[in-house]
């Protein structure tokens, strides 16, 4: 432990600023959100012991006074009540230790899948105001940037394997691209419309540093949701705002050519040539295929996937391998049957219908919204995000934003129809 704290000594001159923050959160909680905004893009960056990061101290910390406030009356739990859908699944994934291969697969998955479902509540209800959700926004995509400086210094230096971008030396690019592309899509909703970034500089030089990192990360994933997702921020839009997304884009293309062409003729466009195999996710989705239908109702145990793959990958191909799905929907219908699959849908689809609803003077809010859906959703398709802390964060500020676009009795009536 003390030689992490040594080796990472900068981060010992964050603790006081902690500590500061700790002291503030019992007048301004959702100081908390903001302090896990920040950190969150820069968590690989930031681990004080093991796995543990400063955004699960500032996250515990939070969650304690928040608790306390609730207990001792001095704050209201407020959230939509569709949310007892999210904590039906956790309750089902808890049963399911009753007929879990490996029970302690079963404990570690549901420990972080209920702490980031705890944050998911703490977002939607600490930012509950527009100003919030602005400054909780702007925080993370100021983050983002940093991160993405560090990406492109550490890519030109040669140093990372297989020149995938990525900030620190053995991140997963997959998830770091998927990570700051929430911040991607959020700087192009404010191109467009005005709000969330009003500095341009900061509009036009974080819109063209991510993109070149989304980019040079290689994940075909990140592409195809990105894709996706910016169809709804391009209907609608007055002509000069495409003409300036255009421009974005066209310097974007000018400067991964002049930089970085070797990686995008002998990395990029090789990998996407490779789509037919879905980096192998095609191989592991017909194994999984096979699990799902000898587990169709209950699956086969929450977390147990990897394990239950290898069993069924030796059974059908003749070899062992553990893998993910690399799927959310994949992974909850061989985990949880098609029982715990139908309950995360619907909680999704209560998130839609409220986008749906907000009304049509939101100042472009719900083009930014189904954006953000979108990308979680098909994001979702190609890897198993539902244990990582960027899907959440999206989703509790889609959530938050609804709530303050559209009145919460609203939400409440509509979904007792």
Known sequence: MFINLINNSWILLLLPIIVILFIKLHKKLYFGIYAGAILLPLEDLTTLFTDFTLIK???IATFIIWCIQIFTHKRKLNFPSYFYLIILLCLLAGLSLFWSNNASSTVTSLLTFTQLTIWLVMITDLLDSRKKIVVATQLYILSSIIVSIFAIV????????????A?????????????????FLVLIYSINSGHFIRNSFIKYFGTILIGLVIVLAQSRGTYIALLFALIPLFIGVKFKHKRKNIVVFFILSIFLFLNFQ??????????IRDYESLGGRKVIWEVAYNMIKDNFWLGVGFGNFPDIFGVYSFQLRGWVANSSSHNVYISLLSELGIIGL?????????????????????NYSEKL?????????????TNSIHFEKFYWFGFGIIIAMTRVLVPMDVQNEGDDH
């Open 262 to 271: 070797d990686i995008i003729v002998e990395n990029v466009l090789v990998r």
């Open 369 to 381: 919204l189904y954006a953000l859906f979108i990308y979680l959703i098909i994001g979702g398709m």
């Open 154 to 165: 550490l890519i030109n230096s040669g140093n990372l394997e297989f020149n995938r971008a």
């Open 167 to 183: 900030f620190i030396q053995g991140q997963n690019p997959n998830g770091f691209s998927r990570s700051v592309g929430l911040a």
């Open 342 to 362: 139908t309950v995360f849908i619907l909680f999704q689809s209560k998130i839609l219908k409220n986008i749906i609803r907000l009304p049509n003077n939101s």
């Open 57 to 59: 101290l500032v996250i």
